[in-house]
């Protein structure tokens, strides 16, 4: 069956590095930003929305005909609060209020670690601190990514929408500082983590941290792998040439002490 997905934020960091690597046969990608997308190339299935996850009326239009939405819209660092309460918050309600008005039957949120920042590295133990870990926000931006969450899990219990929240780590091409090795998320697992997500049949409503298989994990592979995620990479490739950091007590890292409000 050809399938048609909405991805918001889609000329940000993660939307870019999944464009090619979500895009299938079967697939129509409806990539949606306020910034500029580049246009469809090669044959490529994709559609171009210019549009504000603030505007629910727009939201409702770009929801039109799709199967599932990967919200990845909104701020990834802290801002002020009034923006992150607008473009986070309001955001993600505005995304899931119109997936709702369009019958979109599955929305996966991009939440963060950041919305456990504050967890210590040493509550870890041998499996990592699981994803039903009550949030530990780190900055207000963290509490953004607590507050999608919530909202999630309200519109999945009133409304029965699928909803997965995917507390990503770091998902960038390679490992930048130490602290990367225990977060990473390679943007081909991340791939593969938004597959288990979309093929997943009802999931219900699921948090679950999104990072590869790292050697140095601190947070549990169990819930993804539980949608049917099978990571393939590991930071531990990278150990030689990241940047040393000073020992961090909490997983949220330089979150935890970056001045509230202030652009990081
Ligand atoms: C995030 O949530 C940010 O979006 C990203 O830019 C990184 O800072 C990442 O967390 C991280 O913790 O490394």
């Known amino acids: 069956m050809p399938q048609r997905i909405l991805i918001t934020g889609a000329a940000g960091g ?21 910034k500029e997308v580049p246009a469809a190339e090669n044959g490529e299935s994709v559609e171009i929305v210019e549009a504000s996850v603030t505007d629910t009326e727009a939201m ?14 909104g701020f990834s660092r802290e801002n002020g609060w009034n923006e992150t309460l607008s473009v986070n918050i309001d955001g993600t309600h ?11 039957p ?20 041998d499996n990592g601190i699981p994803a039903d870990a009550p949030p530990r926000p780190d900055t207000y931006y963290g509490v ?12 999945h219990s009133r409304f029965g929408m699928d909803v ?6 770091s998902c960038f091409e390679r490992v930048r500082d130490e602290r990367g090795l225990e977060l990473w ?5 991340c791939a593969r983590l938004f597959e288990a997500c979309l093929s997943c049949p009802s999931p219900g409503y699921r948090v679950v941290w999104g990072i590869s298989d790292n050697t140095r994990k601190t947070v549990s592979l169990d819930e993804a792998r539980a949608l049917g995620y ?35």
């Open 14 to 34: 993660v939307g870019t590095l999944m464009r090619s690597r979500l895009r299938r046969p079967d697939r129509t990608l409806r990539m949606l930003d306020v």
């Open 230 to 264: 099978e990571p393939q990479d590991d930071a531990e490739q990278f150990a030689d040439e990241v940047t040393p950091n000073t020992k961090h007590e909490y997983i949220g890292g330089p979150f935890t002490t970056t001045p509230l409000g202030e652009p990081n």
């Open 185 to 189: 998320l390679s943007p081909d697992d």
């Open 144 to 155: 953004s990514k607590a507050a999608m969450e919530a909202l999630g899990s309200l519109y």
């Open 60 to 73: 409702v239009r770009a929801c039109s005909g799709v199967d599932a939405v990967l919200h990845l819209g």
């Open 106 to 125: 599955r929305v996966i949120l991009a939440s963060s670690n950041h919305a456990a920042g504050f967890r210590r590295v040493a509550e870890a133990g």
């Open 164 to 169: 997965i929240c995917v507390r990503i780590g």
């Open 94 to 104: 505005s995304v899931l209020d119109a997936a709702l008005r369009a019958g979109v």
